[in-house]
């Protein structure tokens, strides 16, 4: 099962450090150039074709979604007015149906991951500052849960994917933002075990388009 992290707490902490070390900057005047974003948002995924594996035979089973939601908090660095980098963990959630054999069941289709990101930060306009990224994310864990007869769980870890971005923020202090950020994910070709037997679900996609509000504190 997906093990949920408890994001608020370490956002307050986080909270609580930046601000020290921030008001220390401020006193010397130094450049901002570090920063941590707490975000939140929505997810959409494909629907999917895939295999599932029982006892050796093969049945073709569909994957349908909806809507689904995001949280996330990001720690970033700014190498040069233009060029910045961040290292983030975020975690992703969304129902969905299986249907298979005349039959159906419903579950939900979630992950965490880290992911490292570089971003070309355009000059500003005024408040608003554009910005586009690319990336690379591993993830720890992504599993999807069935209640069917009996409730069943397949995951897998350590995969390896990509994502491109692009984002603006709304300046409201010097210290301060407001951040909008749309996102594309891919993952392909990967398998998942069940958690229970020695069943299997192979040729697996996972290519979430996500759209995220978060909070910028530079310090």
Same mark, same amino acid.
């Given at each position: 099962?997906?093990?949920?992290?408890?994001?608020?707490?370490?956002?307050?902490?986080?909270?609580?450090?930046?601000?020290?070390?921030?008001?220390?900057?401020?006193? +010397? +005047?130094?450049?901002?150039?570090?920063?941590?974003?707490?975000?939140?948002?929505?997810?959409?995924?494909?629907?999917?074709?895939?295999? $599932?594996?029982?006892?050796?035979?093969?049945?073709?089973?569909?994957?349908?979604?909806?809507?689904?939601?995001?949280?996330?908090?990001?720690?970033? *660095?700014?190498?040069?007015?233009?060029?910045?980098?961040?290292?983030?963990?975020? *975690?992703? @959630? +969304?129902?969905?149906?299986?249907?298979?054999?005349?039959?159906?069941?419903?579950?939900?289709?979630?992950?965490?991951?880290? *992911?490292?990101?570089?971003? $070309?930060?355009?000059?500003?306009?005024?408040?608003?500052?554009?910005?586009?990224?690319?990336?690379?994310?591993?993830?720890?864990?992504?599993?999807?849960?069935?209640?069917?007869?009996?409730?069943?769980?397949?995951?897998?870890?350590?995969?390896?994917?990509?994502?491109?971005?692009?984002?603006?923020?709304?300046?409201?202090?010097? @210290?301060?933002?407001?951040?909008?950020?749309?996102?594309?994910?891919?993952?392909?070709?990967?398998?998942?075990?069940?958690?229970? +037997?020695?069943?299997?679900?192979?040729?697996?996609? $996972?290519?979430?388009?996500?759209?995220?509000?978060?909070?910028? *504190? @530079?310090?």
């Amino acid at each position: 099962m997906m093990k949920y992290f408890n994001l608020s707490s370490l956002i307050v902490v986080i909270f609580l450090t930046t601000t020290v070390f921030g008001q220390e900057s401020e006193s +010397n +005047n130094e450049i901002k150039k570090f920063y941590v974003k707490p975000y939140a948002g929505f997810i959409g995924i494909q629907d999917m074709e895939i295999q $599932y594996l029982e006892n050796g035979q093969s049945t073709d089973i569909s994957i349908e979604s909806g809507f689904g939601f995001t949280s996330g908090i990001s720690f970033g *660095y700014h190498f040069t007015k233009n060029f910045s980098a961040e290292l983030g963990w975020e *975690y992703k @959630r +969304n129902d969905i149906t299986v249907k298979y054999d005349n039959d159906k069941s419903t579950g939900d289709y979630a992950s965490n991951f880290i *992911y490292l990101n570089g971003f $070309y930060n355009f000059n500003s306009k005024g408040k608003l500052k554009p910005y586009v990224g690319l990336g690379v994310s591993v993830i720890e864990e992504i599993d999807i849960d069935l209640t069917s007869s009996e409730e069943e769980s397949f995951s897998d870890s350590g995969n390896v994917g990509f994502q491109g971005l692009a984002g603006l923020d709304f300046d409201f202090s010097k @210290r301060w933002a407001l951040n909008w950020e749309a996102k594309y994910v891919v993952f392909s070709d990967f398998d998942m075990e069940s958690e229970i +037997n020695d069943n299997t679900l192979s040729n697996l996609e $996972y290519k979430p388009f996500i759209f995220n509000i978060g909070i910028k *504190y @530079r310090f």
